[in-house]
């Protein structure tokens, strides 16, 4: 068996920082530098300053992994560029954009959790976790995840597509919403598709999990048949909806997104059975 590609760890080791992997964030976009055409991130050595108080994410092909907030008033060093993370999604390979998504949140959660909200003393950080304590109450504080829901829809060889409104570009998805509180995962899927399309479900499955640092949420991937009612969108979230075959697609989200496998293992399934018949 292969070694994973990223090893993710919490205590940062005694050795160098010079040659490791140093994530600056600022709120979503990171500290980046652009060589002939390629993104790459800055290491401790450029970046000496900023290494010593960073955080210890993991091993990513045996190079070490930090990650740091990066203030407001902190200028990009000659060199280098804030970008929006969101942009290195189509840049860089899944593995390391997951690691990119680790510390946007990190740096998040380090500096918007220096002082307990319970009774403003400071924290203190926790060996061995991911954790801040209150050096007083002893309250902990964890980096922030939400959870969220994402549902393919099918219907015979169709599948349910929408196109969100606030969508960076003119493609069509899978459904998907926030857990709300007091609900079970089965239970938001089917608010959130009553809620921006209207029609009824059944048959639901999950599918599958995939991080997302943007809303710091966690997607969680489920199926479902279409049982009944006719598409109605909400005008809100939703700006179109309809249902799309295999060999009539829309612009779709891109490969890495777990949107997207739903919708190409439907594809596949459909192609499968159409082989077989």
Known sequence: ??????????????RSRDTALLFAARGLDLLIVERDGAVHIPTGAELPALAAEAHFLGELDGVDCYAVALSKDTEPPAGMKLV??????????????????????????????????RDGQPTVLVPGERARRCS??????????SPAVIVLI????????????????????TLAG????????????????????????????????QPWPFGRSLMLGFTAEYAGGDIQVDGKEIAEAGWFTPDNLPNLPPPMSIARQLINSFIAQVKARSTQG
């Open 1 to 14: 068996m292969s070694q994973p590609r990223f090893i993710p760890g919490h205590d940062a080791p005694t």
């Open 136 to 145: 007083v109450c002893r309250t902990p504080f964890y980096p922030r995840i």
């Open 178 to 209: 926030f857990v709300d509180v007091g609900e079970s995962l089965e239970e938001t899927v089917v608010r959130e598709v009553k809620e921006e399309v209207g029609v009824e479900l059944k048959n639901l499955r999950y599918f599958g999990s």
């Open 84 to 117: 929006p993370a969101r942009g290195l999604y189509t840049q860089v390979d899944e593995v390391l954009f997951g690691i990119v998504g680790r510390a946007l949140a990190t740096a998040e959660w380090d500096i918007t959790h220096r002082f307990c909200g």
């Open 154 to 173: 099918t219907r015979g060889d169709s599948m349910l597509l929408a196109r969100n409104a606030n969508f960076p570009g003119a493609f069509f998805s």
